[in-house]
């Protein structure tokens, strides 16, 4: 067997060296609004769900809830892409059918009401590109306040009389939007 010089040898290593990090996988930092999914039943155990939803969860880090989501204006529910709302099976939002399917989920705030929106546009960024025409139904729902206060944007499903509600809430602001069977 041949020895390998000490040149020889430092050029290896090198070789080594700069083929190892020219390869290497970069990876992302954590993303500063998280994804996360809510879904109905929420036990994971569970594939059987009625709903979910995939949104993303920014925080107000000192900021007010009115300039991350204005009132008045369409809001993407959370950040980043525009929630995504999934229905398992047919299901109201108010007096609207909206069949089984994937839609966009939008909210307009407002001081004393939210309206809901389900939109048929799906992998949305924002709300920049939102198009009313595509709305598959809208509700007005009350906004009530909370002693708690929720730093990360959250949403929780809960069973109701014949169907399910879903809690948004942010800072001390809760809205829930029924949806029923």
């Given amino acids: ?17 700069l083929t190892t990090n020219v390869t290497a996988q970069e990876f992302r930092d954590l993303d500063k609004s998280p994804m996360d999914a809510a879904a109905f039943p929420t036990s994971y155990k569970d594939s059987n769900k009625l709903i979910r939803i995939i949104y993303s969860r920014p925080q107000l880090k000192g900021r007010d809830l009115a300039t991350l989501a204005p009132n008045g204006k369409v809001w993407r529910v959370g950040a ?6 999934t229905l398992f099976t047919d299901m109201k939002l108010g007096n609207t059918t909206v069949k089984a399917g994937t839609y966009t989920f939008y909210t307009i705030p407002g001081d004393d009401e939210w309206t809901a929106i389900i ?10 590109f939102y198009k009313e025409a595509n709305d598959v139904a809208r509700l007005t729902v009350p906004v009530t306040t909370s002693t708690d206060v929720l730093e990360a944007f959250s949403i929780a ?12 809430g942010w ?5 829930a939007v029924p949806f029923t069977k």
């Fill in 171 to 175: 800072g001390t602001t809760r809205v």
């Fill in 157 to 168: 499903f809960t069973e109701a009389k014949n169907g399910v509600t879903m809690h948004l």
């Fill in 80 to 85: 980043n892409e525009a929630a995504e709302l």
């Fill in 1 to 17: 067997m041949k020895k390998l010089s000490f040149l020889g040898a430092i050029t290896l290593a090198l070789t080594l060296f």
């Fill in 119 to 128: 939109s048929k546009d799906v992998n949305v960024w924002g709300s920049y």
